[in-house]
């Protein structure tokens, strides 16, 4: 009996010790999974997208810490080969690791929206991205309709902003102006936005905040072949060289399809222009770690510039249909007086066209029949 039940004690722990638990940060909210020992990254990454309704799964990943450098969960590796830290819950974000050329163009489900919006408004109040002082201030308006809905002066009272965190700590250093000093500036812009719903004002958000200069960049310290220190910044449009005291402007960029090869080898990059008599430009980082991370980016933003540039998938044709059927649905509907009116408006315009029309018509007509009909012009008495 006591055999049985150690043996059965020991089926339990042998069962257990085959599965452990994941804890996932997105932008929105946390959860937490069990997991199987055997479950490779991409088995843990369906099973997010599935429970958050995500679809446009080529945007995102699992992104962990490991020695001060961010990774990625690889999809066909196993969860527990990673260097994550082994005490469960086990943590990870799900995260944006690429960005769209054009959020309005490429981002079509309201989800895949709601999180860049997040993301991007992060970034921007934690200063890893430089907005200027007015875009701050209209990106924040933005911010304040997609949260609070259409402005009313009854409800949002002076103070309504107070607990709200907006702009940059840079911006608001720039100026002597008091808390409800910028709440009056931000509200002035947010009374504008009257009419928009959340996702169209996250929307707009994108649309300002694409345009910035350190947008979608990752930045990465490197050296090129002489030895010197630079900033390498990868994103959806290409490579980037930086000054590292400058990342605003690159020193010079490779655009994905001025490239003909990106080969790593010996711990060192090399990008060959197409132009085959440009010079090859050659960098290297200190981390092997790092240097993976690069050619991880490289790939996956590259590969996405080249499906950009072609005709849409079946399922991606599929979700913009959703998409625009589910606008249409929350639309309001347009009273039926105003369809009569708007019915009765195009009759009286195109009534109006009719008659000018055909006073054109006669009016021609009476010129040519004046024309043939006139008696003939007695000559002059020069003449005689």
């Not at 919006?117 to 890893?128: A, D, G, P």
């Amino acid at each position: 009996m006591a055999s049985a039940f150690k043996l059965g004690l020991n089926s339990l722990r042998r069962k257990q010790a085959r599965t452990f638990s994941v804890r996932i940060a997105t932008m929105d909210a946390d959860m937490e999974f069990g997991c199987e020992a055997k479950w490779k990254g991409k088995d843990l990454f369906d099973l997010v997208c599935r429970t958050i309704g995500l679809r446009e799964t080529w945007f995102f990943g699992l992104q962990y810490t490991v020695k001060d450098t961010e990774a990625w969960l690889k999809m066909d590796k196993k969860v527990l080969d990673h260097d994550v830290l082994k005490e469960e819950p086990i943590m990870l974000h799900f995260l944006a690791k690429f960005y769209p050329e054009n959020a309005e163009e490429e981002l079509v489900q309201d989800v895949t929206q709601h999180l860049f919006f997040l993301q991007v408004k992060k970034r921007i109040l934690e200063e890893e991205i430089y907005c200027p002082p007015e875009a701050s201030v209209l990106l924040a308006s933005y911010a304040v309709q997609a949260k609070y809905g259409d402005y009313d002066p009854i409800i949002h009272k002076p103070g309504f902003l107070a607990q709200e965190e907006l702009l940059p700590k840079r911006v608001i250093n720039l100026y002597q102006m008091t808390p409800e000093m910028w709440e009056e500036r931000i509200t002035a812009c947010y009374a504008e936005h009257r009419g928009r719903t959340r996702d169209e004002a996250q929307m707009e958000y994108l649309k300002i905040a694409q345009d910035l200069e350190m947008y979608g960049v990752n930045y990465f310290f490197i050296r090129n072949k002489k030895g010197t220190s630079l900033l390498l910044g990868v994103d959806a449009l290409g490579l980037h060289i930086y000054d590292p005291e400058n990342k605003l402007t690159p020193k010079i960029s490779f655009p994905w399809n001025e490239i003909r090869n990106i080969s790593y080898s010996d711990k060192e990059f090399a990008i060959k222009p197409l132009d085959k008599t440009a010079d090859v430009f050659k960098f290297n980082s200190t981390k092997l770690r790092v240097n993976k991370l690069i050619l991880q980016l490289c790939i996956g933003n590259h590969d996405l510039f080249i499906r950009r540039r072609r005709v849409d998938s079946l399922e991606v044709q599929q979700m913009k249909a959703q998409a625009r059927e589910e606008k249409a649905r929350k639309q309001p509907p347009c009273p039926s007086h105003l369809v009569r009116l708007h019915h009765s408006s195009n009759r009286v315009s195109v009534s109006v066209t009719a008659v000018n029309s055909a006073a054109e018509l006669l009016l021609q007509f009476l010129s040519i029949y004046r024309l043939l009909h006139l008696p003939p012009k007695p000559p002059s008495p020069e003449c005689l």
